[in-house]
């Protein structure tokens, strides 16, 4: 199989409303940005994958929108409907499958456009589940009351991972939440869904990102040092939350361990770095890092009590704040990737770790983490 990097990136910053750009403008900055990053032009792009979902933009066939604006005119282009680490695995399976050499993948989201509520309720089941209410917080809500009641969890130590999170945000220049919180606070935020509070949820954010991927003979053109996408694993589970034990990602362990056979990993704790996890809610970081095998089954809420959610080594979760500080939907699973690119270049700015040759990338689609993708990122 081909080996294929990350040879060129770009995001905007995330904002809680952006009035001065359409979707067209920030794909147009993402794409020329991710171009001028690997130092090549939009002719040396075989093809392009667009990244939106009707719902979020509001009309029929979104990707149409922003077609011509990520230069894909008399290319290939396709169209992910999904979180955006299923994009750049589109992306790669493009160029894995021996058909183009390189590929541009672009995700857009403005989620002040719409209504969350109203969009996260179409998720569910249109006769039995959407006339009861449920959206994304109240159904995470229920996962993180499983959590607790299941495998002990404790909200406090979500806190902690809050206040970790949005700490970490200020040393990320394209944060949106980025400020000093105590655990306190937290616990004494407006109540969203029992048990989650304000400062447990991640915001509504607009922004946009882009990677490029090529295969190694073609990452040769880049100006910058490939970042290779070792391994990638993904996975699903059943639609309806009562047919699921919400408190065991269980879909996350197939699709860590998919992950881990492909990079040649054995022990993720000892030879992964860094991990970008999606926390949309704070309760999910150490949820989703017991899924990943980087701590024990009921260990991940204990590892966030001196308020740097850290595996058994020194190998920091979340460096640039996570999605609790900035939450483009569609667009911040990618944003883990990229994160995870910039670490291990060793361009990450203020946030930037002393280790990071090997790091881990996360990303969630459908209610309570139904389906997730992980990809392992390396140097070498």
Request: charged fraction near 20%.
């Amino acid at each position: 199989m081909k080996r294929v990097a990350v040879v060129g990136l770009a995001q905007t910053r995330f904002q809680r409303r952006m009035i001065d750009r359409n979707l067209a403008d920030l794909i147009y900055e993402v794409t020329t940005g991710a171009l001028e990053d690997a130092g090549m032009t939009i002719a040396q792009i075989d093809n392009v994958v667009t990244i939106s979902n009707d719902f979020w933009d509001g009309r029929t066939i979104s990707s149409m929108a922003v077609m011509d604006a990520s230069g894909s005119y008399g290319k290939n282009v396709s169209t992910v409907e999904g979180d955006g680490t299923f994009g750049v695995l589109y992306g790669a399976m493009r160029i894995w499958s021996g058909s183009f050499g390189t590929t541009l993948v672009v995700a857009h989201s403005k989620g002040s456009e719409g209504s969350p509520f109203l969009i996260t309720n179409c998720m569910f089941d249109p006769f039995y589940h959407r006339p009861l209410g449920l959206d994304a917080i109240s159904s995470a809500a229920l996962q993180a009351q499983a959590y607790i009641d299941r495998r002990g969890a404790k909200p406090e130590d979500w806190a902690r991972v809050s206040v970790k999170n949005h700490r970490n945000a200020k040393l990320n220049p394209f944060a949106q939440l980025a400020m000093d919180l105590t655990v306190e606070q937290v616990m004494d935020s407006p109540v969203q869904a029992t048990p989650l509070k304000r400062l447990d949820c991640s915001p509504v954010s607009d922004g946009a990102c882009a990677v490029i991927l090529a295969d190694e003979d073609r990452a040769k053109q880049s100006r910058q040092k490939p970042v290779w996408l070792k391994g990638v694993g993904y996975a699903a589970e059943l639609h309806y939350l009562g047919d699921r034990d919400l408190s065991h990602p269980r879909a996350l362990e197939l699709a860590a361990k998919k992950a881990y056979a492909m990079a040649g990993v054995s022990d993720p704790r000892k030879e992964i770095d860094f991990l970008e996890v999606y926390d949309a809610f704070s309760y999910m970081e150490p949820l989703w890092l017991e899924g990943l095998g980087t701590c024990a089954p009921g260990e991940g809420g204990k590892m966030t009590r001196d308020g740097l959610t850290e595996m058994k080594g020194p190998s920091p979760v979340n460096a640039s704040g996570g999605v609790l500080s900035a939450h483009a939907v569609l667009v911040a699973g990618m944003v883990r990737v990229v994160e995870g690119v910039l670490q291990i270049r060793g361009t990450a700015g203020a946030h930037q770790l002393q280790r990071a040759r090997m790091g881990l990338a996360h990303g969630i689609n459908g209610p309570c983490g139904q389906s997730h993708c992980v990809w392992i990122l390396g140097k070498d």
